[in-house]
């Protein structure tokens, strides 16, 4: 996958039931024109048209590089 980027958020939300934390998260594929992230950077990412079947968001910015 040339100029994508697999995008990884995660949230934590109270179980109704458990009354504890759950930790859900969701992938999201989004468009890296120039290449430039790597594994483990902080993204922004934005929503944009549709550019393939799975693919309708676009890296914004790379706000930390990973170490």
Excluded: F
């Amino acid at each position: 996958m040339d100029k994508t980027v697999v995008v990884s958020v995660s949230e934590k939300k109270m179980d109704r039931l458990y009354k504890k934390y759950v930790t859900r998260s969701k992938k999201y594929m989004a468009h890296d024109e120039k290449n430039e992230a790597s594994i483990g950077d902080t993204v922004r990412i934005v929503e944009c048209r549709p550019l393939s079947k799975n693919k309708c968001w676009r890296l914004a910015e790379i706000v930390e590089r990973a170490k």
